[in-house]
């Protein structure tokens, strides 16, 4: 009999969570270049928090979201009470062995080659799968933040895909082959590459070319504060342009279009919007929480940025990455947010040295680099 076999597709199944729209992002970022690099590959990007996957799953991240309003130290609770005692680490093997089962039952029905992992609850339900059942795929994690914690450090876990070099050297430390640590940077949507220049992105925008644009963001939570923000920058005397991204805050975005015919600034206010990044190229200074996916985008695209509020653990250590090298300033509370982006506007020389301190920390082939491990990886798996 003559002919060749077909070879198989192969399969990725990319594991996010809706908790802020960081890990969302960075699914879709891979998920990207993964078509970019292999067009016969078959890819599924499922939202692990989500209601359609798991009504328990989601009921937890309501609940999540909702204590934060009034609990806003409760993530750094948890990741100080993950961080390594005994306690920490039995509360992770419980939400993990909670996810189980639903992890299970979508590995079956998709069949996945290679699992991607962009936050670490499915990771540590796909890490007790491997343990505990005949289940054969690739599990690879990529960290979105700048630091390395112990939330997201399982066995098992075949690839790691780390933001910066004390992440990676954090996890050899722990045991981990150094082959299998990648320091690739944080994946962002490789389009932001083709974004126009300042003036271009104003034009598009229907901004005014001459007065300074600062924006504003609280997450795709639309946390941290904006009203009070722009009750700041209302002291300044300066007309400026003022780009509020309130996220999925729809009583936020209300309460900033109220403010627009009394504000001595051009206000503007979207949603949820999918034009984040030209808003971002169209600003002088972004003014947001440290998280980890919008610093990344800020880093690639030469923005200086004010950080404010980050939420304690994480975002902390992201402002503690961003302003050591230079990329950022970080408003403490206390201090004042309007002082701090009037000096920066009076000040090109420094507003220049941030800009070019954030260049020097983007990394815009992320999501490729990730994409073509994994591509070669799964190439000498099939030649094995």
């Not at 692990?48 to 996957?53: A, D, Q």
């Amino acid at each position: 009999m003559t002919g060749t076999l077909k070879q198989r597709h192969p399969r990725y199944l990319i594991m996010t969570a809706s908790i802020g729209s960081g890990h969302i992002k960075a699914a879709e970022a891979i998920a990207r270049e993964v078509r970019r690099v292999d067009e016969d590959a078959i890819i599924e990007i499922v939202d692990f928090m989500s209601r359609g996957v798991s009504t328990l799953h989601w009921l937890m991240k309501r609940i999540y979201l909702l204590m934060l309003a009034f609990v806003p130290d409760l993530y750094d609770r948890c990741y100080q009470f993950a961080g390594g005692d005994s306690g920490g680490r039995l509360t992770d093997t419980a939400f993990s062995l909670i996810m189980y089962r639903r992890m299970a039952k979508l590995i079956d029905s998709f069949h996945p080659d290679t699992v991607i992992c962009t936050h670490p609850f499915p990771e540590g339900a796909c890490s007790f799968i491997k343990k505990f059942s005949k289940r054969q795929f690739r599990l690879s994690v990529v960290l979105t933040d700048y630091s390395l914690h112990e939330i997201w450090v399982y066995p098992r876990v075949d690839d790691y895909f780390v933001a910066i070099p004390k992440m990676k050297d954090g996890l050899v430390a722990k045991g981990f082959a150094e082959s299998a640590v990648h320091v690739t940077g944080i994946p962002v949507d490789r389009k932001i590459l083709e974004l126009p220049d300042k003036a271009g992105a104003r034009q598009q925008l229907g901004l005014a070319q001459g007065r300074p644009v600062v924006m504003l963001m609280g997450g795709g939570l639309g946390l941290g504060g904006i009203e009070a923000m722009l009750d700041d920058l209302e002291g300044i005397g300066q007309p400026l342009t003022l780009l509020v991204v309130a996220g999925r805050n729809e009583d936020l975005e209300l309460a900033i279009r109220r403010r627009i015919p009394t504000s001595r600034h051009e206000l503007h206010v979207w949603g949820f919007t999918q034009r984040a990044q030209l808003l971002m190229r169209a600003s002088d200074i972004l003014v947001t929480k440290p998280g980890a996916l919008t610093t990344s985008e800020a880093f690639i695209l030469g923005l200086p940025t004010v950080l404010h509020d980050p939420i304690p653990g994480p975002e902390e250590e992201n402002a503690v990455y961003a302003t050591e090298h230079g990329a950022a300033v970080w408003v403490h509370p206390g201090e004042s947010l309007a002082g701090a982006v009037k000096e920066l506007l009076w000040a090109p020389a420094r507003l220049a040295a941030l800009a070019e301190g954030a260049r020097a920390c983007g990394r815009p082939d992320a999501a490729l680099e990730i994409a073509e491990t994994l591509r070669n990886k799964t190439i000498c798996e099939d030649n094995s």
